[in-house]
């Protein structure tokens, strides 16, 4: 069974640039998150889909970052502009159904660079 | 207080030792709770849910202490392998959020 696809693996950009992450999840997992992972700290959620609604984006900065979900499978986040402290690796995740039991699979992540 | 608190670690320990370290969390209703591992520069892999009783999987064990707040996770006869950083994950207030710890890293030496 595929496991859930990310692109890039790495971007460098300048501060004030636009960047866009894509996600595949695994086929049939109903639920999708975005994390931002800063070096040395944990995953922190910005947005959860469940199906192509929005869960929870309590966290996404939302004047400057984005996500969809179209159809209900693969999804995209958008930083614009990036700042400096948006550095840090972007993992998607999938779950079946996003219980709170269900284990979550993630990603390979991309590592964003913001000079 | 943090929801999710673990100690950052790093804890060195020797190949063939038993290790332990816990994560406690805030959330007194929390009722799931996970353990992941991250190797480094590489995504978080569920390593284990942690049940009401108790569990083992292998040299792993983890256990729930409700009265004091906190899961933890014992690894026995240590393998290099296990070097690693360790994430708890504790469910928050609503039915499906869940806060991640921000990890313990783990040092096996031979």
Not at chain 1, 17 to 22: D, N
Request: some cysteine; hydrophobic content about 35%; glycine content about 8%.
């Amino acid at each position: 069974e595929a496991g859930v696809a990310q692109s890039p693996r790495y971007k460098i950009i300048e501060k004030r640039q636009s960047v866009a992450f894509w996600c595949n999840p695994i086929s049939g997992h109903a639920t999708l998150y975005w994390y931002q992972q800063i070096l040395g700290q944990g995953p922190k959620l910005l947005i959860q889909f469940q199906n192509n609604g929005v869960v929870d984006d309590s966290q996404l900065p939302k004047d400057r970052f984005s996500a969809e979900r179209l159809k209900g499978v693969d999804s995209t986040l958008k930083i614009q502009p990036a700042k400096l402290e948006d550095s840090a690796v972007y993992l998607c995740a999938s779950s079946t159904r996003g219980g709170l039991y269900d284990e979550q699979f993630f990603g390979p992540g991309t590592r964003l660079t913001v000079l | 207080r943090k929801e999710v608190e673990q100690d950052p670690g790093p804890f060195n320990v020797p190949e063939g030792a038993t290790v332990a370290f816990n994560c406690t969390y805030s959330n007194s209703a929390s009722q799931s709770f996970f353990w992941y591992r991250q190797d480094c520069r590489k995504e978080p892999k569920l390593l284990m849910s942690v049940y009401s009783s108790g569990n083992e999987d292998g040299r792993f064990t983890a256990q729930l202490n409700r009265a004091s707040q906190y899961i933890s996770l014992l690894i026995r006869d240590s393998k290099l392998s296990d070097s690693a950083t360790y994430l708890c994950v504790v469910n928050g207030d609503s039915n499906y959020q869940l806060i991640w710890g921000a990890g313990t890293k783990l040092i096996i030496k031979p």
